[in-house]
């Protein structure tokens, strides 16, 4: 299972749940249920063909761009994409489904679905260092930045049922809004990312441990 070590963050953390409940509704749109869509998960392939439940239905193909340039892999994945977990968890009558990539690239993406619409976000941490700033004229750096989809689609193989244990199939795009990162030699840069995650996550529930923690039940 090297492969599977060296490209796969532990994927699921609270900052993207808690992201994804901070969406402001005009960041919300509809999904599109698209079941002769070709959704296949190339990234089994990665893993041998080792038939295990976590691999089987929580993976995905994570494609990331950095300011319009594919970010590559390491060397031993020959492919264009990052082999990823992806988790999902029913919070009430939402869904949150979350993948993210090694702390090498510090990305990771929160999508929530409820009724027939869906939004996202982005978080971004590198080792948990102050390197990130919403603006430019910032004066004080980030460990960690969230940021929102100027453009996003999902495609699903299915409409969900909202229930435990069911599998949502799909494919999300988006790019999110400019941020920038310290560059100790010359300033600072802007990053733009782009993703396409093609994606099969199998639904858990045991979110009353979150709705605790977080004091939150609203959408």
């Not at 490209?7 to 409940?21: D, E, G, I």
């Not at 999110?176 to 995650?197: A, E, L, M, Q, S």
Request: hydrophobic letters at 35%.
């Amino acid at each position: 299972m090297r492969i599977f070590r060296a490209a796969v963050l532990p994927v699921v953390c609270l900052s993207f749940v808690l992201s994804a409940q901070a969406q402001t509704p005009d960041a919300w749109k509809s999904y599109r249920v698209l079941p002769g869509y070709p959704y296949s998960v190339n990234s089994k392939k990665l893993f041998h063909n080792k038939k295990k439940a976590g691999l089987e239905n929580n993976i995905a193909d994570f494609y990331l761009y950095r300011n319009g340039v594919l970010v590559k892999p390491p060397r031993n994945i020959r492919n264009d994409f990052f082999p990823a977990g992806c988790l999902c968890f029913k919070y009430d009558d939402t869904l949150l489904l979350n993948s993210g990539l090694g702390s090498a690239v510090g990305v990771g993406v929160g999508i929530k679905i409820y009724g027939q619409k869906f939004t996202s976000s982005l978080h971004a941490n590198t080792k948990n260092q102050p390197v990130y700033k919403q603006s430019k004229l910032d004066t004080i750096y980030l460990e960690s930045i969230l940021a929102k989809p100027e453009t996003q689609s999902l495609r699903l193989y299915r409409s969900p049922s909202f229930t435990a244990d069911e599998v949502i199939i799909g494919e999300y795009r988006a790019t999110y809004k400019k941020f920038y990162k310290k560059n100790d030699h010359d300033g600072d840069d802007p990053y733009v990312y782009t993703v396409r995650i093609i994606f099969k996550c199998r639904v858990t529930g045991g979110m009353d441990s979150l709705k605790t923690l977080t004091g939150r039940t609203n959408k």
